[in-house]
């Protein structure tokens, strides 16, 4: 799944007409290096959500033939957050983990290797350790994000890693990618149709030792400002 559904409000006036997903670097939208990106890696079926100019995400990218994707949209009238946008879209997502990327980030993380380390390390039933008590816990892991080093507009991170487990905190403070891998569980509490942020929904996995991480230091951009959509776009030119 791609996160399409953000107003955008920092970018104004950009994304007064054309929807933050659809922005260009490198000569296309950042969308489209997503979409490139994940049929490179095996994947087929891709749900895009969208609110703010959503119908325009639609006219561009089509049903992803192209590209050699099978697109379906998950249209919001109002713009859900992160968790209520995918509970939203469980529907169409089915009953397996799936990859869920920020449209509005730019990286080169090999999705693949994702979706292999999620399968590894998360979907194996163990016994966990919750506070000192063998078997405590969640039989399956819930989460599992890619961080990455703290960005200069964001210099506290948001999570640490301890021995693979995603923490709350931790000497080594990183940034939460926009890249993670769910189960559709995770989402069970959420009301389809209400918006809901994401990170309560983190912290309650951590809590039951339920969420695993790992580190990219590979090339990552969150394109968060008019600013640094033009750097990164100049970037990608002269490369």
């Not at 955008?8 to 979409?35: A, S």
């Not at 469980?90 to 869920?100: I, K, N, R, S, T």
């Not at 989460?143 to 200069?152: F, K, Y």
């Not at 890249?179 to 309650?204: C, E, M, N, S, T």
């Amino acid at each position: 799944m791609i996160l399409g559904a953000g107003r955008g409000e920092r970018m104004r006036p950009l994304t007064d007409f054309t929807p933050k997903p659809l922005l260009k670097v490198g000569g296309k939208p950042l969308i489209v290096w997503h979409l490139e990106r994940l049929a490179k890696a095996g994947f087929k079926d891709i749900v895009i959500n969208h609110a703010h100019l959503g119908e325009q995400i639609e006219q561009a990218l089509g049903n992803g033939a192209q590209w050699g994707l099978h697109i379906q949209y998950s249209p919001e009238k109002v713009a859900l957050e992160t968790a209520g946008g995918i509970a939203n879209a469980l529907h169409l997502l089915g009953d397996e983990p799936f990859l869920v990327v920020n449209g509005d980030t730019f990286t080169e993380i090999d999705y693949k290797s994702t979706e292999i380390d999620f399968k590894r390390t998360v979907l194996q039933t163990t016994n966990i350790k919750t506070n000192g008590h063998e078997g405590a816990g969640h039989a399956l892991k819930l989460a599992h994000l890619v961080l990455v080093d703290n960005p200069q507009q964001h210099p506290n991170g948001d999570f640490a890693i301890d021995d693979g487990m995603l923490v709350n905190t931790g000497e080594q403070m990183l940034t939460f990618s926009g890249v993670g891998v769910y189960h559709p569980d995770l989402f069970k509490g959420i009301v389809k149709g209400q918006p809901a942020k994401l990170a309560p929904l983190l912290r309650k996995a951590i809590d039951i030792n339920a969420a695993t991480a790992q580190y990219y230091q590979g090339v990552w951009h969150d394109i968060g400002t008019p600013e640094r959509l033009k750097n990164l776009d100049e970037s990608l030119q002269k490369s």
